[in-house]
């Protein structure tokens, strides 16, 4: 069985994330979505959530990609997340790109994917607040 594991904070969902986890699904038969917590959105993202970490973990949980749901606690917990889970597959929007290339060092393939151009959280807030 390959492994695959994804991170973020997926406040408000939406298409793209679907979009997201659908494509990260395709590199593998079990996926995991490492779900950043309140307190580390806070603490080292200076992010604010609309929805609290319960209720965003009950949403991913209900997609049909998702196989489980994890929390994201610090920037450190990668290396050990691939080792403790068997992750084949580290997948993040482009966004990221070459920052977390280190990982493959660990043993596992690193991916980067493209994000669904005309969609992100921070762009709803925007048009909200217009």
Request: glycine fraction near 4%.
């Amino acid at each position: 069985m390959r492994r695959v594991i994804t991170y973020g904070t997926f406040d408000l969902l939406h298409y793209g994330h679907i979009n997201l986890l659908r494509r990260a699904k395709e590199f593998g038969d079990y996926l995991i979505v490492a779900l950043s917590t309140d307190e580390f959105n806070w603490s080292e993202k200076q992010k604010k959530c609309y929805f609290p970490y319960e209720k965003r973990k009950m949403l991913l949980e209900s997609i049909r990609y998702v196989d489980l749901v994890i929390p994201e606690c610090s920037w450190d917990q990668k290396r050990t997340d691939i080792h403790e889970y068997h992750v084949d597959t580290f997948v993040m929007g482009d966004d990221w790109k070459g920052k977390f290339d280190f990982l493959s060092e660990e043993g596992c393939e690193v991916k980067y994917l493209s994000r669904t151009p005309e969609i992100s959280t921070t762009r709803i807030k925007e048009d909200l607040n217009a």
